[in-house]
T-cell receptor, first 112, second 117 residues
Framework: AQSVTQPDIHITVSEGASLELRCNYS??????LFWYVQSPGQGLQLLLK??????LVQGIKGFEAEFKRSQSSFNLRKPSVHWSDAAEYFC??????????FGKGTRLHILP | GAVVSQHPSWVICKSGTSVKIECRSL??????MFWYRQFPKQSLMLMAT?????????EQGVEKDKFLINHASLTLSTLTVTSAHPEDSSFYIC?????????????FGAGTRLSVL
């Protein structure tokens, strides 16, 4: 069965520091991978997606993610975080039934 | 980008009453809409998939008589929580997909917080 693992429940970084959020997936075929961000009490906003091609994907708000098939990973990165980046981040994979399976999320805290 | 409007954003109701939540795609036609439930500090769990003009497909463990879904048009899907009880209190989020397949992105509403007293 398909699954997504986000090993870090909470991550705290200082404003201006770099960020990496980890995501591992389990899927038999070529995965369709996503990163979403959710601000408190809000819906989800798509940051970026990977379907095929270049394994380094650029997204909105300065985020990028790299697909590594050998490691079954799709980690999210940002070179310099801003206080407004504090939110919940969800990694997700789409399965053959076109359903999105979400990880449990990583809450990002930003120190001033 | 595409916008999905969800209404209401917050609703409080008495136990035993029914609550209807609307999900609208504002600037595109959504052949498929999805309804999710999110418990505090947890991930989104897919409840059902709704295709315009046909019956919704419910995920295992979701009571279809409890959570009534109607997708009467290409821009509107509704979720009705019937005879709500405190355990139904949760954050409900809808999403809408334009086109077919995972290549088509899901656009999410802002969610509805349901509190059942």
């Amino acid at each position: 069965a398909q699954s997504v693992t986000q090993p870090d429940i909470h991550i705290t970084v200082s404003e201006g520091a770099s960020l990496e959020l980890r995501c591992n997936y389990s899927y038999g075929a070529t995965p369709y991978l996503f990163w979403y961000v959710q601000s408190p009490g809000q819906g989800l906003q798509l940051l970026l997606k990977y379907f095929s091609g270049d394994t380094l994907v650029q997204g909105i708000k300065g985020f990028e993610a790299e697909f590594k098939r050998s490691q079954s990973s799709f980690n999210l990165r940002k070179p310099s975080v801003h206080w407004s980046d504090a939110a919940e981040y969800f990694c997700a994979v789409a399965n053959r039934d076109d359903k999105i399976i979400f990880g449990k999320g990583t809450r990002l805290h930003i120190l001033p | 980008g595409a916008v999905v409007s969800q209404h209401p954003s917050w609703v409080i109701c008495k136990s035993g009453t029914s609550v209807k939540i609307e999900c609208r795609s504002l600037d595109f036609q959504a052949t498929t809409m999805f309804w999710y439930r999110q418990f505090p500090k947890q991930s989104l769990m897919l409840m059902a998939t709704s295709n315009e003009g046909s019956k919704a497909t419910y995920e295992q463990g979701v009571e279809k008589d409890k959570f009534l879904i109607n997708h009467a048009s290409l821009t509107l899907s509704t979720l009705t929580v019937t005879s709500a009880h405190p355990e139904d209190s949760s954050f409900y989020i809808c999403s809408a997909r334009e086109g077919k397949g995972p290549i088509s992105i899901q656009y999410f509403g802002a969610g509805t917080r349901l509190s059942v007293l």
